[in-house]
């Protein structure tokens, strides 16, 4: 609920950068694919594609879980499960 603008905010204030990837000034997107289910809850949350290492895609998945229930993907009236990615990016902080 509110669209993906409020959704990649709420990611923002959760996400915290990994102190390895700090450490060692690591900076990249993380693609992250789940799966919505028909109440809304997201399962099989996992890392896709080039991995950067250093605790960034164990920290994607651990806010995507955090994540409240989506609005339901509908087709032809009913609620169906729908796979999604979305990329996130890790910016060093200022």
């Known amino acids: 609920p509110g669209g993906m603008q409020k959704f990649y905010d709420w990611v923002g204030s959760t996400l915290r950068y990994p ?11 993380v693609q992250v694919s789940f799966t919505i289910e ?3 809850t997201l399962t099989d949350v996992k890392s896709e594609g080039r991995k950067l ?3 960034m895609e164990e920290e994607a998945v651990r ?3 955090l994540s409240k229930r989506w609005n339901v993907g509908m087709q032809n009236g009913k609620p169906v499960r729908v796979k999604y990615n979305i990329p996130l990016k ?4 200022q």
């Open 19 to 29: 102190a390895m990837a700090t450490d060692n000034n690591i900076q990249g997107t």
């Open 38 to 40: 028909k109440d809304g």
């Open 53 to 55: 290492g250093y605790g």
């Open 63 to 65: 806010v995507l879980r």
């Open 90 to 93: 890790f910016t060093m902080p």
